[in-house]
């Protein structure tokens, strides 16, 4: 855990440095756990005074903006959602016109299973990626002070939010001319922002698990890191099943509303298997890893979820993180018949061929069998305990079968 350490409070801010705020452009560079936190860092710069059309995102990844912007920018050999940092840096500070970079080192991440596991950590890789990069952009000349580009690269531990105000404060005091008072703010301002997104993720993936149901159409889970909603990352296999007719919901943005975690998890709570239906000690012990925890959370609900009849697992070529996990969620997800696929090392090569034509045999695997699959979780589950929108969409399914049937 950081230590705390004394530091000086600026209490007073420096006249209308609030006013010239509103001219600075901020930019972040679209990788890694940004996909997580990225709503925190537009509602923390917000209520510093930077206006949201003043902070500005790099593009998603792709060979042709490392190419362009990254090449000999790599500090040392790493996994390639770190190395694909330099491309984003690169893209930043050479088209458009920055101020600032804002590049975080998140030593641990928001998470809804923080307080049921060991530790909501991140990858150290990645916590290190910023400074790793950022060598290979000084190591020669200093390009950011060349360009009149301030480099900030904050440590912040979001698993310990009482740390955020002194964290960001120390980063920012300085470029921004702030008072530890408005950085307490800005960071309660983000954390809100952030909630709400969540929320409003989390009630879209119910909405689509709820369609399921009304329709007894099968779903498609993705297990993966945040970063493989990048196109350039996850290689948009989302978005494949998507055409075949799927609906996909992503691990990180499954409903935890507590009518449902009741009908999945209750009657193992009940029977003292596991403390909560966020705890995972029962199928992983060595839970300090964020987003390894959620994607063995992830997997125990698309084992129990009915309409859920296809787990795919996407994970990066040789990530240190993500291999001890493969074997537990695979058993995990197949234990109760549910269909598993994997998509291991997507950046040893080039994916895009091989992914349509997995994407086929899986298609064709999920129509087969989908029908049965629902059916026998459905009977798994207490019925007495089924959430009131599910119980409503099993009856319209029910009366719509009899008229089909004429029954």
């Not at 301002?189 to 369609?211: P, Q, T």
């Not at 990352?233 to 499954?254: A, K, M, R, S, T």
């Not at 090569?349 to 087969?368: H, W």
């Not at 699959?373 to 319209?396: C, H, M, V």
Request: hydrophobic fraction near 35%; proline fraction near 6%.
């Amino acid at each position: 855990m950081p230590l705390l350490t004394l530091f000086k409070k600026r209490t007073a801010g420096g006249g209308d440095s609030k006013d010239k705020r509103k001219n600075i452009k901020v930019g972040i560079p679209k990788f890694l756990n940004i996909w997580s936190t990225h709503r925190f860092w537009i509602g923390f710069l917000k209520a510093l005074g930077i206006p949201a059309r003043n902070i500005i995102f790099s593009s998603d990844t792709s060979e042709e903006q490392y190419r362009e912007y990254g090449k000999g920018r790599i500090g040392m050999d790493s996994c390639y959602p770190v190395k694909a940092l330099a491309g984003h840096i690169g893209e930043l500070i050479q088209t458009k016109k920055i101020d600032l970079l804002l590049v975080p080192m998140i030593y641990s991440l928001p998470s809804f299973l923080r307080g049921h596991v060991v530790d909501v950590l991140s990858c150290t890789r990645v916590m290190m990626g910023p400074e790793n990069i950022k060598a290979g952009f000084v190591k020669e000349e200093n390009v950011f002070e060349k360009l009149g580009i301030k480099f900030v690269s904050p440590f912040v531990s979001f698993g310990e939010p009482h740390l955020l105000p002194k964290q960001l404060y120390e980063a920012f005091r300085d470029v921004l001319d702030v008072t530890y008072e408005e950085v307490e703010r800005a960071v309660k301002a983000g954390l809100d922002e952030l909630e709400r997104f969540d929320r409003k993720m989390r009630k879209k993936s119910r909405e689509i698990l709820e369609w399921c149901a009304r329709n007894n159409h099968p779903c498609i889970l993705i297990l993966a890191r945040p970063y493989h909603m990048d196109p350039g990352i996850g290689h948009e296999i989302d978005v494949e099943f998507q055409n075949c007719g799927y609906p996909v919901v992503w691990g990180q943005y499954l409903p935890i509303d507590d009518d449902i975690m009741d009908w999945l998890f209750g009657p193992e709570v009940e029977a003292g298997i596991i403390r909560s239906p966020f705890d995972i000690s029962d199928v992983w012990r060595s839970s300090y890893s964020s987003n390894t925890n959620e994607i063995i959370w992830g997997a125990k609900f698309g084992a129990r979820f009915p309409w859920i009849t296809a787990v795919v697992r996407l994970s990066s070529y040789e990530c240190g993180m993500d291999q001890p996990t493969y074997t537990p969620v695979q058993r995990i997800v197949e234990a109760s018949g549910t269909l598993y696929f994997k998509f291991g090392d997507l950046d040893e090569t080039k994916p895009s061929g091989s992914v349509k034509i997995r994407v086929e045999t899986i298609d064709y695997y999920v129509r087969k069998y989908s029908v049965r699959i629902i059916e026998t979780k459905l009977r798994r589950l207490d019925p007495r305990r089924t959430p009131e929108s599910f119980r409503d969409a099993l009856k319209e399914l029910s009366a719509s079968r009899e008229m089909q049937t004429g029954g």
